[in-house]
Each structure stands twice: as C-alpha cells, then as structure tokens.
C-alpha cells in the first residue's frame, strides 16, 4: 500500500471509531441510500480486467452482513415508491449484468432474503465482454486513463468504436476476460429473477455514453434493452442506470419518453422522499478496493464518494 493510502485508511478508522456513523446513520432516517455493484468475483479466483469493478465474493458477502445491521434492505421498486421506514434504508443494484454477480452475486443475496436489481446491457448478454475488462493491460488496475476519456468523449462510450481506436493507434492490446467477467447468459438471468425480491432494469444496449447520442442513436438505445427484457422476463422495472453515470436533461426527457419512470446515475447522495427529478436519481458507486471502514463510512453517509 502507498503512504497515501496508509493515510486514507488510517483517517477512515479513527473517524469510525470516533461514533461519528452513528450519528450520521440517525440523520439519515426517511431517506435510502442506493448501492452500485457491478461484479461479484467467484471464490477461488482472482480478479482481473479494471479491478475497481470485480469484487470478490468473501467481501460482498461480508458489506451485506455489516448493511443489514444498521440499515433496513429494500427493493428498488419499493425505496422508489418512498416505503421505507425508521432506520436508513439500503438499496442493491448491478450494473452490466456480469456473470459473477448474476450467479456469486444473487447467491449471497438468497442466502440473506435479501432483494437486487440487476441492470442488464443487453447487447453484452450471452458472454459478451467490455472493452474496459478487454483493454486493461496484465497486471494493470484499469484501462488507461487517456484511453477511458477518449472512449467516453471521442467514441461516445460505444464499444467497437473504442476497441477499434485501441487497436489502430496501438493504445491497448486487448484480452480475454474469464467467464465469470462476461455479460451473463439469458439462461443465467432466468434463474436470478426466479429468486424472489431480485428484479431487472434497463442499462441501455449497448452500453454508450448516452450524452453524446441523439435522435434515433439515442431512442433506440433506450427503447431496445426496455422491449428486450420485458419479452423475455416478468419481473422488469421500467428503471435505467445510465452507462458510465453519464446523463443530461435531453437524456433524461428521453428516457421518459422512451417509457421509464425512474434514471440513476452514480455520483453518490441519498434518495429522499422529495426527490425533485426522477431521472436523475443519485447512487453510491461502490469499488472493490474500499476498506471496512471505508464502506462503514459511506453507508453511515459520512462520506459520499
């Protein structure tokens, strides 16, 4: 660990004992905090691809056990329609539809009763695999920094276009993410919303940084992934996470256009009872090098990044 790093867990553990999560835990009753997961990784192997996104299963398993002693776990669909009651209310949600978190993932959950959404990127399901997993180098954390913010702004976040640029200008050679890194399989997400309290949202087709769509790009990058999943499975929430967080008031009046009646990004923030703009919903991205601690603070509301 970096003398940085030695630091931010040093102040994260001494401001947990300090009581303050208590305090801030009761401050925060009538208002629920959205959790962002994207990958569950199985036990027994190790992560790969931009790290920050694959937790390992033992530590999801043990954040579930910490948030269900100080906060009353609820569906989506019930936090959206302001259900909740005297504790902070807790949310869990997927994005990207990752094998591990459709089967490792919703098997914690089951275990505990616990309910999930799983936001599906539908073009990416049956074993699909993202171009940030793809283009992160051996050993590396993550994709180049460079190369993430050209693929949001030059390639607007679309898949082909990124892998293309990587591999013209020579920024990346890409991999072959593990099963378990993949989009899960419709065969795979059956048995998940089989499970009772796990449901599943809308995180778009193909996975664009929907800011710089348009026009039809834009409508149908909404409409498919929506009449997609409601033809293949009952328990649908006309809900979206916008890809890579990434939003704007056209997408928004789209979105509602396109039939949904909720937009999350993740930028951090908690959902109260008066939220003044459903479509853009705050969530608490959660990355799979936080500490106990670290995780304790955010889900007190002490920290919200």
Known sequence: MTLRGIMKSTIEYVTLW?????????????????LAYHNIVPDGIEPSGDRSLHLPRARFAAQLDALARTHDIMSLERALANDWGGRPAAVITFDDA???AVTAGIAELAARGLPATIFVATAFVNGGDFWWDALTAPGA????????????????????????MAAREKLATPGTPPPHARGASERELAAAVAVKGISLG?????????ARLSGDALRSELEV????LRERFADVLPVISYPYGLSSPAVEHAAARAGYTAGLRIDGGWLSRVASNAFALPRLNVPSGLSDAGFALRAAGVLSR
């Open 202 to 210: 809308s995180h778009t087709h193909g996975h664009p940084n929907l």
């Open 18 to 34: 300090s009581g303050v999560t208590r305090a801030m835990r009761a401050s925060r009753r009538g208002e629920a905090l959205v």
């Open 141 to 164: 954390e993550a994709p180049a920094a460079t190369l993430r913010a050209r693929a949001l702004d030059e390639c607007a976040g679309e898949d082909a276009c990124i892998r293309a």
């Open 225 to 228: 992934p929506l009449a997609w």
């Open 98 to 100: 990752y094998q591990g």
